[in-house]
């Protein structure tokens, strides 16, 4: 089947209608229709490594649960891999690997180790395959000394690492990973991001992600798709992502003693004080280097932080603007 | 490849292929049960006690006196027996099936779906727990006591009978938890109404028919074909008549009716599945 250089996943008019009925009195309910997804059209190539991103409630997930075969769509085309998810889901479900950041798909009571075993068995993976990509994974995510650990003992970051093997082990065509660094670490955040970029480096495989977390796009992705309410409000490079959103990221800054306002920054503005701590913001498109230099050598500098754009922000700012 | 018309060959595929699945999850519970034998064995016996505690019951009620609606310890014994047994092997094998309102809930429903195993399969066997054995354990003591008390002319006929209709009411009660799960998929809240029939079901059946309003009785034989698990061929190898008066070939039909309830039951699970993955919750 052909799904060799054309678009890998192919997105097309995509819709998701719910019918969401409303208890409006004693006995009677009211229909309302609610539209998840609403017409969204992206394509991604194979090898692409790709952030899916929007505020709660935008869509994602809606648009994830179509593209692994769990829901059908009320409306458009989709197809993965030349295949079509909700018609040919257990074809589908062979070639993909999918993470849930907020639940694990491991069984929570037994070891890691009986897990891979179940999914091995259940996606029929030929045994040296298998002991091969178990082998690469317990190396790069560190799970040596888990494997015999009930999941339910695992700390969050573990079991994501955890997942995450899980989801390889069949060696999936495509990864779809939902909210992957959620509630984690720096260092296992660190670890997972090395981790993927390395996976889609040596085996093309290619990465769907959604996440809150800007900089995980940023360490991962060139390109995002962004959706609101359900439709497609940007599809491209993330530096552009910037320039569309307008995204600041801001400088806390902790001053010796409380000061008037920090002026005289070029490319910065104060946007607010308390005491000795003053948050700076400038464009996320520019360095925070020559920023810091100069406040170093203007003011009496004790600590600062840097903080980046929340993507709710962005996306508030590329509506307004 | 893509008319989305499920060919028979494919559904038979289907079918083996989750019976498989099934069979090796199944094995992964057991062997991680027994890493802990002792717990296992504790649970066992606990299993074992708290379902023969029924069972005191009736004996209790048979010291006071020598009939239960015209049926004798032995008669009762052998009632209880073939019901539990019955319950006993539904409940091991596909008694998880029930939990589909948690699954939808806690969002791991969308879990069995991105696996290649049908999701009955998937939540049939998890968790699968070998002390439920206690109850089938327990149900069998009672039934060979009973066997051995009657007093009956085992023939072969008569054998056959006796399996075929504790089989017959292991695969009923078992699409009763499978249609409970289902009907979940639609109301998660099902899961009460449809303990109501099988714990509620499987009490009913330890008790001879004519302690009951003869409404109740009828309900249940048509309402929920409950009544083919025990009550019919059971009335048949005691030699009783039936309270309702139906033809005598319905005794053997527990089969027939159990065959039935797996189609059926079969249809209303992919229906429900179906509503779920067009809803998402």
């Given at each position: ?6 678009e890998f996943i192919d997105v097309r008019e995509l819709t998701k209608t719910f019918t969401v009925r409303r208890k409006t009195?004693?006995?009677?309910r009211t229909a309302t229709q609610v539209h998840a997804v609403d017409g969204i059209s992206f394509a991604l190539r194979?090898?692409e490594m790709v952030g899916f991103i929007g505020p709660n409630g935008a869509g994602k997930s809606t648009t994830i649960k179509m593209l692994t075969g769990i829901l059908t769509p009320t409306d458009g085309s989709l197809r993965v891999?030349?295949?079509d998810p909700w ?9 993909i690997?999918v993470v849930f950041g907020q639940r ?70 495509v990864l779809y990973l939902d909210e992957p660094t959620i509630g ?22 290619t990465v769907l992600l959604t996440t809150h977390d800007l900089s995980d796009i940023e360490?991962l992705c060139k390109r995002v798709v962004v959706i609101d309410h359900g439709r497609l409000v940007y599809d491209g490079l993330l530096s552009g992502l910037h320039e569309v959103g307008r995204g600041e990221r801001t ?30 913001a400038?464009p996320a498109s ?21 903080r980046e754009p929340a993507i709710e922000d962005v996306i508030a700012r590329m509506y307004a603007g | ?103 939808v809930r806690d969002g791991?429903m969308d879990v069995?779906l991105t ?73 998660q ?86 509503a779920y993955r067009s809803t998402g919750s």
């Open positions: 089947m052909s799904d060799g250089d054309g009195g004693l006995l009677r194979r090898g891999a030349g295949v018609q040919e889901r257990t074809r589908l479900v062979r070639r690997g694990t798909t491991l069984w929570w009571d037994l070891p890691l180790r009986d897990s891979y075993g179940l999914v091995r068995r259940m996606y029929r993976i030929p045994r040296a395959r298998f002991e091969e990509n178990l082998a690469r994974c317990v190396e790069l995510l560190e799970l040596g000394d888990l494997l015999d650990v009930p999941v339910r003992q695992l700390s969050l970051g573990q079991r994501m690492r955890g997942d995450i093997t899980a989801a390889l082990l069949h060696d999936p065509d984690l670490d720096v260092v296992s955040k660190a670890r997972v991001r090395r981790f993927l970029v390395a996976l889609n480096a040596e085996l093309g495989t360490h400088l806390v800054v902790d001053l010796e003693r409380e000061l008037p306002p920090i002026e005289g920054i070029p490319g910065a503005r104060t946007v607010r004080t308390e005491g000795p701590r003053q948050w700076l400038f520019a360095s925070a280097a020559p920023l810091v230099s100069q406040l170093a050598a203007d003011y009496p500098l004790v600590d600062l932080s840097l | 490849m893509a008319d989305g018309t499920p060919r028979p060959r494919a559904v038979l595929g289907d079918a083996v292929w989750g019976v498989r699945a099934y069979g090796f999850i199944v094995a992964m519970w057991v062997r991680s049960t027994m890493a802990y034998r002792a717990s296992f064995a504790m649970m066992l016996a606990a299993n074992f006690a708290t379902t023969f505690l029924d069972f005191a019951a009736i004996m209790i009620m048979f010291s006071q006196v020598d009939a239960l609606g015209g049926f004798t310890l032995p008669e009762v014994a052998f009632l209880y027996g073939t019901s539990c047994v019955a319950f006993g092997l539904s409940d091991l094998l596909l008694g998880t099936a029930e939990r589909v309102g948690r699954r791991t069995l696996r290649p195993v049908p999701v009955l399969s998937q939540l049939a066997a998890d968790r699968f727990a070998l002390r439920r054995l206690g109850r089938i354990i327990q149900g069998s003591l009672v039934l060979g006591w009973a066997v051995l008390r009657l007093d009956l002319d085992w023939t072969p006929g008569r054998v056959a009978l006796l399996f075929s209709m504790v089989l017959s009411g292991a695969a009923i009660f078992g699409c009763v938890f499978v249609l409970g799960g289902a009907f979940q998929f639609w109301a809240d099902a899961s009460e109404v449809q303990n109501a029939f099988t714990y509620g079901g499987t009490t009913l059946l330890q008790y001879p028919p004519t302690v009951f309003g003869k409404e109740l009785v009828r309900g249940v034989t048509f309402v929920v074909p409950l009544a083919f698990v025990n009550w019919l061929p059971a009335l048949r190898l005691l030699g009783r008549d039936d309270p309702l008066g139906l033809p005598g070939g319905l005794d053997f039909a527990s089969p027939a009716v159990a065959l039935l309830c797996c189609a059926v039951t079969g249809l209303v699970w992919r229906a429900g599945l179906r």
